[in-house]
């Protein structure tokens, strides 16, 4: 990925059209690692050429699953749970936190030692979370202070069935304990209290068990994933920026067909309407298990909204463009019981803090959110986004609806999640 890619964000009108989505990178993780461990040939169509979702395929292939690409889809020829093989080298994570956890899980119940690593981004998030429990389990694990690097001693042996009751939600953790408890000794259970998202669960089609406000989601070792077709939805997180867009920038109309709407994922709609968003949702209909649909956005005067509790792991990523669309709307909006956001890609409460303010926006910080109060213009300013492909797009986005011109610093980390976010705005602009 290109160090210097600033970009130079021009104000503007409105924006009409169709979007494409990139295809949902949390699935598609799921899909390629799950595919390498099941008995068979999986189909993947729409498979994203986004940078996270290809540093896991590249992982895959690194420990000897053959993996063919095709213009719409990608053919993977699974190994089965034992039919991986040691990597000749490193395995680079890349900036995708969703590739390290997940795989960890995977690779602690191998045969093999593999050793996984990161960019500068990814170097600093935790990875406690993830070598507590598999310790948990009997797994040898080497971190640096609780970063990557990563070293695996695997050893399917060693691993023991364990009920773990996820500290903080998590579906990344919650995710690499049930890929690890595939390589237990009997049933392994993850105990969640605030629903984090399901596509592990979904995916694999894993028990769960709903206890109070608690959920039980258990997975029996030694059954290898299904081999089967998957279609991925187009990503709602990605969707965020231009439901957002649509909504403060007057005259618009985005139409997004095929979008995931997985309610572990969609917090963010309820959100936006509830502050007043015009969003139909069209043609809604089921693809590979997961609820999909058609979004239509126009402009509408949003006002601003208080955010916290159970919805917060449900537009987690969405956090980013939300304060954005407060800034832009009228009254005060309030995002709390958010401090995991200080662990994604960069300091996200920081980074938004520092950017808003950039824009000339009255911005209160705290340690689990911050509060924003709308009703005046935003000016175009210089941001640094911290090599976090979610920064760059949610300013990209209040540039668009500032007063003069911005420049968005490494912009080109955008390719992480949304390859041809910038080309689209043009396009539609
Ligand atoms: C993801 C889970 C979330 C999310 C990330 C993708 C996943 O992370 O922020 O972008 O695919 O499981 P956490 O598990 O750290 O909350």
Same mark, same amino acid.
């Given at each position: ?42 189909r ?13 395929l ?13 213009e ?17 080298? /490193?395995?680079?994570?890349?900036n ?163 979008v ?37 956005v ?17 537009? /987690? ?39 808003l ?18 009703g ?21 986005i ?32």
């Open positions: 990925m290109s160090v210097s890619s600033d970009r130079i964000i021009e104000p503007a009108d409105a924006l009409v059209g169709e979007v494409e989505l990139p295809a949902d990178k949390s699935i598609a993780h799921r899909s390629a690692m799950f595919a390498a461990v099941a008995d068979g040939t999986s993947i169509v729409g498979f994203p050429n986004a940078a996270d979702p290809q540093s896991t590249s992982c895959v292939k690194a420990l000897g699953v053959r993996v063919e690409e095709a719409d889809a990608v053919v993977v020829h699974g190994e089965g749970l034992h039919g991986l093989r040691a990597p000749d080298g /490193i395995l680079d994570c890349g995708s936190g969703t590739t390290m956890r997940l795989l960890s899980g995977m690779l602690a119940g191998q045969s093999f030692q593999s050793t996984l690593i990161g960019d500068e981004s990814l170097s600093v998030r935790p990875m406690g979370r993830i070598t507590s429990p598999l310790g948990e389990m009997g797994a040898q694990i080497e971190s640096t202070d609780g970063h990557a690097p990563l070293v695996i001693h695997g050893s399917p042996e060693r691993l023991r069935p364990i009920s773990y009751r996820l500290p903080v939600a998590s579906a990344q953790v919650k995710s690499c304990v049930l890929l690890a408890g595939l390589y237990a000794d009997g049933e392994t259970s993850v105990v969640e209290s605030k629903p984090s998202r399901d596509h592990t669960e979904r995916m694999l089609g894993l028990s769960r068990l709903e206890m109070g406000n608690e959920r039980i989601i258990t997975v029996k070792g030694g059954t290898a994933p299904k081999a089967r077709m998957w279609s991925i939805p187009g990503d709602f997180s990605a969707a965020a920026f231009m439901l957002v867009a649509a909504s403060v920038l007057d005259g618009s109309l985005i139409r997004m067909p095929r995931g709407l997985n309610p572990t994922r969609t917090g963010l709609l309820d959100v936006l309407r509830a502050m007043g968003a015009d969003i139909q949702i069209q043609n809604e209909r089921e693809v590979s298990g997961e609820p999909i649909g058609d979004l239509v126009r402009s509408a005067p949003l006002s601003g909204i208080r955010v916290d509790g159970e919805i917060v792991p449900n537009l /987690i990523d969405e956090i980013p463009i939300l304060a954005v669309a407060g800034a832009l709307s009228d009254g005060v909006t309030e995002i709390r019981d958010a401090g995991e956001l200080r662990h994604k890609e960069s300091d996200r409460i920081a980074a938004v803090v520092a950017g303010r950039a824009m000339g926006a009255d911005v209160e910080e705290f340690e689990d959110g911050l509060a924003v109060t709308g005046k213009p935003l000016n175009g300013a210089d941001i640094a986004t911290h090599h976090d492909h979610r920064i760059a797009m949610a300013f990209a209040a540039a668009l609806a500032a007063k003069g011109r911005s420049t968005i610093r490494d912009a080109a980390i955008a390719d992480v999640s949304f390859p041809g976010f910038y080309d689209t705005l043009d396009r539609i602009r």
